[in-house]
């Protein structure tokens, strides 16, 4: 699988999981807090994907 489509899946599916949420019935305060655990979660999948797919670009990044 491409790169672009990895990221454009994990978009995907980050988009519709906060609009899921947004339309839940939930206190604002909950929701809000899911929104950041959902975000946070793809924020680590897309790190991951990052550096499996590009491992010299994390090793030069560490020597700058």
Sequence with gaps: MKSSHVLALL????????????FAPAKGSETREKIKETVDKGVDE???????RFPKNQEEGLEA
């Design 46 to 52: 897309i790190k991951k994907e990052c550096h499996k």
């Design 11 to 22: 978009g995907g599916a980050l988009i519709g999981a906060t609009l899921a949420l947004l």
